[in-house]
């Protein structure tokens, strides 16, 4: 069973960046499609971008496209999430996980693989 450690959050203004990490153990990291996923406080968790296996093939929430770039490195076993021009709505709680489904991507269909790990907290002020 894949598990997952996501880093890199934080407190930042309006208009900052950041850039979260997700490292994966127990699986061939390289077979799975992998996503970042998000929740705010009152709200269900969403989906915020997704991977596929070798990283040919990105997908985006509209909410985020344009400001968010998704990546990944099979090397280390980790995707990224690098989120500019961050907006205080972006404040949530950022998850990572893998698709069980597909190696594709695609957020349509997709089937979480693993436990959720803890998340890191993106806390953007205004």
């Known amino acids: 069973q894949m598990q997952l450690v996501e880093s890199g959050g934080g407190l930042v203004q309006a208009g900052g960046s950041l850039r979260l990490s997700c490292v994966t153990f127990?699986?061939?990291?390289?077979?799975?499609?992998m996503g970042w996923f998000r929740q705010a406080p009152g709200k269900e968790r969403e989906f915020v971008a997704s991977?596929?296996?070798?990283?040919?093939?990105?997908y985006y929430a509209d909410s985020v496209k344009g400001r968010f770039t998704i990546s990944r490195d099979n090397a280390k076993n980790t995707v990224y999430l690098q989120m500019n021009s961050l907006k205080p709505e972006d404040t949530a709680v950022y998850y990572c996980?893998?698709?069980?489904?597909?190696?594709?991507?695609?957020?349509?269909?997709?089937?979480?693989?693993?436990?959720w790990g803890q998340g890191t907290q993106v806390t953007v002020s205004s």
């Open positions: 991977i596929s296996w070798n990283g040919g093939t990105t």
């Open positions: 996980n893998a698709d069980r489904s597909s190696k594709m991507g695609s957020p349509t269909g997709w089937v979480i693989d693993a436990p």
């Open positions: 127990g699986r061939t990291f390289s077979s799975y499609a």
